[in-house]
């Protein structure tokens, strides 16, 4: 079993949607969730980054953590064609000293 | 100001040469990493260092070592580069010892020839 699963997509919604990007994960140490955008040919860019369970928002994006499920979700509103990225779920440990990554879903808005 | 910065972008380079990739950070962070993303955009960790020293090596083959001359740069050598070595990596930092957020670099595109 991966640790991090994530649907690799591609996504395709319209302008305005509501996106639902998800992971699962299987060890139940890690405490801190993060969702990174990666633009074609450029580095994943921390969008997100919540401590254990909860709901962060940020503007357009919202994180949720679900620790009892291992279930991490990003939602996008009012989706922009400048969303169109690959997403990747990363999570982490302070104990284990480095990030596990999701296998990044691609995400396509079309105007 | 970049934050993470790596060196050089673009990489081509025939089988059996040696190479090295730089990296330095600004952001006072004390953990570095280097990762490997393949042609699925899969991003693996390869090696983690903190405050200088070797805390991560995720079953690397010994042709690659890192070398970190203080806890601002981490650069990787690769010995006898090998077709499959073609791949997309990725320096990056967090603060204290790692395991939270990461700030990546750009990237450095090796293509193995």
């Known amino acids: 079993q991966k640790e991090v699963e994530q649907d690799p997509g591609p996504l395709s919604v319209p302008e305005g949607a509501i996106v639902s990007l998800n992971c699962t994960y299987s060890n139940s140490a890690f405490q801190y969730f993060m969702w990174y955008r990666q633009y074609s040919r450029k580095g994943p860019e921390l969008l997100m980054y919540t401590y254990s369970s909860g709901n962060k928002e940020d503007g357009r994006f919202t994180a949720q953590v679900d620790k009892s499920s291992k279930y991490i979700s990003l939602f996008i509103r009012d989706s922009q064609p400048s969303d169109s990225a690959t997403y990747l779920c990363?999570?982490?440990?302070?104990?284990?000293?480095?990030?596990?990554f999701g296998t990044g879903t691609r995400l396509l808005v079309s105007p | 100001d970049t934050a993470v910065s790596q060196t050089p972008k673009y990489l081509v380079t025939q089988m059996g040469n040696d190479k090295s990739i730089k990296c330095e950070q600004n952001?006072?962070?004390?953990?570095m990493y280097w990762y490997k993303q393949d042609s699925k955009k899969f991003l693996k960790i390869m090696f983690s260092y903190n405050n200088k020293e070797l805390i991560i090596n995720e079953t690397v083959p010994n042709r690659f070592s890192p070398k970190s001359p203080d806890k601002a740069h981490l650069n990787l050598h690769i010995n006898s580069l090998e077709l499959g070595d073609s791949a997309v990596y990725f320096c990056?930092?967090?603060?204290?010892?790692?395991?939270?957020?990461?700030?990546f670099g750009q990237g450095t595109r090796l293509t193995v020839v």
């Open positions: 990363a999570i982490g440990d302070t104990g284990f000293q480095k990030l596990v």
């Open positions: 990056a930092s967090s603060p204290d010892t790692g395991g939270t957020e990461a700030f």
């Open positions: 952001l006072g962070h004390d953990t």
